[in-house]
């Protein structure tokens, strides 16, 4: 079964930046479709940015384009979220999740409903 394991976490300042990483336990490319998630205190887990199974094309939710940046790595089956310019509207616990679902275009995709393969979290706080 596949097992994901988030790190990168930290307490930042506003205006930093923090690299997230969510670690696969079998090969990703071509198979499963990853996102990174966030929840914050009394909001519902929402979509930030979702990477397609083979040709890796992106989705981000509007508040995170220009701000965050999902790659891959192929050969170690590594998902990164790249987050610059975090704002305290960013705190909260940021998760990543896997989903075989093939034949959706990237932006149908990238909602919390479609994936059935969880991290466990890894809290980011922006605070000066």
């Known amino acids: 079964q596949l097992q994901l394991v988030e790190s990168g976490g930290a307490t930042v300042q506003p205006g930093g930046s923090l690299r997230l990483s969510c670690a696969a336990s079998?090969?990703?490319?071509?198979?499963?479709?990853i996102g990174w998630f966030r929840q914050a205190p009394g909001r519902e887990r929402e979509e930030l940015s979702c990477?397609?199974?083979?040709?890796?094309?992106?989705y981000y939710l509007d508040s995170a384009k220009g701000r965050f940046t999902i790659s891959r790595d192929n050969g170690k089956n590594t998902v990164y979220l790249e987050m610059n310019r975090l704002e305290p509207e960013d705190t909260g616990i940021y998760y990543c999740?896997?989903?075989?679902?093939?034949?959706?275009?990237?932006?149908?995709?990238?909602?919390?409903?479609?994936?059935?393969?969880w991290g466990q979290g890894t809290q980011v706080t922006v605070s000066s």
């Open positions: 999740a896997a989903t075989r679902l093939l034949a959706m275009t990237v932006r149908d995709i990238c909602s919390t409903e479609k994936f059935d393969n």
């Open positions: 079998e090969v990703i490319l071509g198979y499963y479709a």
């Open positions: 990477i397609a199974p083979a040709d890796g094309e992106t």
